[in-house]
């Protein structure tokens, strides 16, 4: 999860990987957009500028497809108040992480 206004960083190693920003169609489906679309510097950094879902894959070879190296960000429109600690008697698993094989850091 983001915020807007918030950067997040793909780093990678460039030729290797690179990144595409796509819609909810072409995440499921692995579709590779152009080339030219791509962003490959291996430092990508992209601003959640506004609210809703992201998603971004990597277009080299079977990457997506196979090895799930893809992610989808949900952008909210600002920080919103904590939750409650959980009582001592509930416990709580953390979310699979949708992001395979691309390391990505939020700032």
């Known amino acids: 999860m983001g915020v807007a206004g918030e950067n997040f960083v793909f780093k990678y190693t460039a030729g290797r990987h690179n990144v595409f920003k796509v819609n909810g ?3 499921t489906n ?3 957009p152009p ?3 791509a962003l490959t510097t291996g430092n990508d950094v992209i601003t959640l500028a506004t609210p809703g879902r992201k998603w971004y894959i990597c277009g080299v070879n079977d990457h ?3 090895y799930r190296q893809k992610l989808a960000i949900t952008v909210l429109e600002e ?3 904590p939750a409650p600690a959980p ?5 709580t698993a953390p979310a699979p992480s949708p992001a395979y094989g691309i390391s ?3 700032h």
């Open 79 to 81: 920080w919103a108040s």
């Open 87 to 91: 009582s001592p008697s509930t416990t």
């Open 35 to 37: 080339p030219n679309e």
């Open 25 to 27: 169609t072409v995440f």
């Open 64 to 66: 997506c497809a196979n």
């Open 30 to 32: 692995c579709t590779i």
């Open 104 to 106: 990505v850091s939020g």
